[in-house]
């Protein structure tokens, strides 16, 4: 695989556009990082890594309003393998006039562009979730 993100979004949308309750995908530190962000902001409900046979699974239980409407509306990946997006601390794009939330891999870890511009640090500009 040589998007192991860019297959976890889809994962994630296509289990929303389909109403799973849950999503299962092979586990990463990179991957657990990133569903635990979009847990800690409100956009899935929990995020659990087993072991099974095959390795390491990711389980991430998706949110869903009281209307059955998605707590996420769109996931859009950004830095891909073939096309990586950097961006400075001073020009990390706020997403939705701040209503989204965007996640970039830094020099100090896994973090959100509010985290990112709190801390005054930039890097490779991971995904969009609003």
Known sequence: M???????LTR???GIMSRKDKVEMPASNLKERVAELLRDEGYVDAVTRSD???????????R?????QSAIQTVRRISRPGQRKYVGSDSI????SGLGVSILSTSRGVMTDR???KLGVGGELLCEVW
Request: no cysteine.
């Open 93 to 96: 794009p706020k997403v939705r």
């Open 115 to 117: 985290q990112a511009r």
């Open 2 to 8: 040589t998007d192991p993100i860019g297959d976890m």
């Open 12 to 14: 994630i949308r296509n």
């Open 52 to 62: 099974s046979e095959k390795g390491s699974v990711l389980s991430v239980s998706l």
């Open 64 to 68: 869903y309003g009281a209307d059955n």
